[in-house]
């Protein structure tokens, strides 16, 4: 390169950055316009209150219990070698 081109990528380069921050000023608000309202939250807290009686208590259906309905005797329902076939 001749000294010449390093001097004209020079003047390009500052003369692009100026022009960009202008720009930029330009196009995106300035800090006033970035105020926010946001709504504010309670802490959360350890203490629960206790859950409703009607739904959690001792007659309650536990659904974590195994439910068999029937007599089926079958130990591999799904196995490809069944008489269902």
């Known amino acids: 390169m001749k000294q010449k081109d390093i ?15 202008f720009v930029s000023k330009w196009l995106f608000s300035v800090p006033a316009g970035r ?4 709504e504010v939250v309670t802490p ?7 859950p409703d009686s009607r739904y959690f208590n001792s007659n309650s259906v536990d659904p974590t219990k195994n439910i068999t309905i029937g007599d089926n005797q079958n130990s ?10």
Do not use: E
């Open 35 to 38: 105020q926010t309202k946001v």
């Open 44 to 50: 959360i807290s350890a203490q629960f209150d206790q």
């Open 76 to 85: 591999a329902p799904f196995n490809s070698n069944s008489n269902g076939q």
């Open 7 to 21: 001097f004209v990528i020079v003047v390009v380069v500052v003369i692009s950055a100026g022009i960009s921050v």
